[in-house]
T-cell receptor
């Protein structure tokens, strides 16, 4: 089955700096990679996703890159703000099947 | 609300109790899931239902029993739980049937077993 690893487990950055979270996956058949943000006491929410036929996707301050050859994908947050503080989860999925394999999460703290 | 509603939000139960968690979605999704979220662990998939049929059971102990009467409702029946079962239980739904798209999560039920 798929194995998703996520690093780092905790990350602290100064407000305005960039944050990068990296994930690797093992199953070359995985073709869909969403990222979720979970604020304290709240549900995980989809913030951005990327499909295997795309190398990079950007949405305002958030971007995701995918390297299929190396089987890794990363979340980039630029100009971080205190409200970006949360736990971020990556996931990999092989569509069809629709089962998501999650990383262990990264606790991001943005220091004002 | 995201369209996925879980009740109750918090539950405290003794090891001999029987309780049920409920999940309801009004998104027209066909797949529903139960996840367990413990501190410092990845989200653990417990059960998957696709078009009301259970398609995954990830070696979950029999003290957890799922039920999916229709595509909009999902239950998790609990009995004789252990303290280590204390966790946040998240329900999620997706379009299912092989279509792409992320999950929509419910707010979760915070379960404490005493």
């Amino acid at each position: 089955g798929e194995n998703v690893e996520q690093h780092p487990s905790t990350l602290s950055v100064q407000e305005g700096d960039s944050a990068v979270i990296k994930c690797t996956y093992s199953d070359s058949a995985s073709n869909y990679f969403p990222w979720y943000k979970q604020e304290l006491g709240k549900r995980p929410q989809l913030i951005i996703d990327i499909r295997s036929n795309v190398g990079e996707k950007k949405d305002q301050r958030i971007a995701v890159t995918l390297n299929k050859t190396a089987k890794h994908f990363s979340l980039h947050i630029t100009e971080t703000q205190p409200e970006d503080s949360a736990v971020y989860f990556c996931a990999a999925s092989n569509i069809p099947g629709n089962q998501f394999y999650f990383g262990t999460g990264t606790s991001l703290t943005v220091i004002p | 609300e995201t369209g996925v509603t879980q009740t109750p939000r918090h539950l405290v139960m003794g090891m001999t109790n029987k309780k049920s968690l409920k999940c309801e979605q009004h998104l027209g999704h066909n797949a529903m899931y139960w996840y367990k979220q413990s501190a410092k662990k990845p989200l653990e998939l417990m059960f998957v239902y696709n078009f009301k049929e259970q398609t995954e059971n990830n070696s979950v102990p029999s003290r957890f029993s799922p039920e999916c009467p229709n595509s909009s409702h999902l239950f998790l029946h609990l009995h004789t739980l252990q303290p280590e079962d204390s966790a946040l239980y998240l329900c999620a739904s997706s379009r299912g049937g092989g279509s792409r798209g992320g999950y929509t999560f419910g707010s979760g039920t915070r379960l404490t077993v005493v």
